[in-house]
């Protein structure tokens, strides 16, 4: 579940350094903050389309797409310090974390905490429904408000400019 914004972290970190960093990390930021917003209304008009089946083909399309633009990334580590793939090496470390008591708590506290947040994330649409008695269309007029102050990514890297990064002094 964590893999795009680690990944997407883990780029830009990469390639970028400073205030541009900065920037693209800003970008990459609202687009996390923007998906959770336009998920369900894509979703929605997708099932407008076709039955739900097409929400999970809407899924592996996006899934490809990525995946194809993913393949245009240059790779960043040196040549000097890849490492090829070994499976042996892989399963012994695999065994070391999952022997260990303190890894696998901490891994059992974050499922813990996912189900809570998927929990969170589920209720809304109960609140809405249940508290307030929306109907459909008035819950995309409430969502239709939120999108544009969370959309506007162009004012993001203002909060950058005015004081600036400060570079550590050697």
């Not at 894509?42 to 929400?55: E, K, Q, Y």
């Not at 470390?93 to 947040?117: H, N, P, W």
């Given at each position: 579940?964590?893999?795009?914004?680690?990944?997407?972290?883990?780029?830009?970190?990469?390639?970028?350094?400073?205030?541009?960093?900065?920037?693209?990390?800003?970008?990459?930021?609202a687009v996390?903050?923007?998906?959770?917003i336009?998920?369900?209304?894509?979703?929605?008009?997708?099932?407008?389309?076709?039955?739900?089946?097409?929400?999970?083909?809407?899924?592996?399309?996006?899934?490809?797409?990525?995946?194809?633009?993913?393949?245009?990334?240059?790779?960043?580590?040196?040549?000097?310090?890849?490492?090829?793939?070994?499976f042996?090496?892989?399963?012994?470390?695999?065994?070391?974390?999952?022997?260990?008591?303190?890894?696998?708590?901490?891994?059992?506290?974050?499922?813990?905490?996912?189900?809570?947040?998927?929990?969170?994330l589920?209720?809304?649409?109960?609140?809405?429904?249940?508290v307030?008695?929306?109907?459909a269309?008035?819950?995309?007029?409430?969502?239709?408000?939120?999108?544009?102050?969370?959309?506007?990514p162009?004012?993001?890297?203002?909060?950058?400019?005015?004081?600036?990064?400060?570079?550590?002094?050697q």
């Open positions: 579940a964590a893999a795009p914004r680690v990944v997407s972290i883990g780029t830009v970190r990469d390639a970028y350094e400073g205030e541009t960093m900065a920037k693209v990390m800003s970008y990459i930021m996390f903050l923007l998906i959770p336009v998920a369900p209304a894509v979703g929605a008009g997708l099932l407008v389309i076709g039955s739900w089946r097409t929400i999970f083909l809407g899924i592996a399309l996006f899934g490809i797409a990525v995946g194809a633009w993913a393949t245009r990334l240059p790779e960043t580590l040196p040549a000097d310090r890849r490492l090829p793939l070994n042996s090496k892989l399963a012994r470390a695999t065994g070391l974390v999952m022997g260990s008591r303190f890894a696998m708590g901490l891994t059992l506290a974050q499922a813990a905490l996912f189900g809570f947040f998927a929990s969170y589920a209720s809304p649409q109960i609140i809405i429904d249940d307030f008695g929306l109907d269309v008035q819950v995309r007029a409430v969502a239709g408000n939120v999108v544009p102050v969370v959309a506007e162009d004012q993001l890297p203002l909060a950058h400019r005015p004081i600036g990064l400060v570079e550590e002094q």
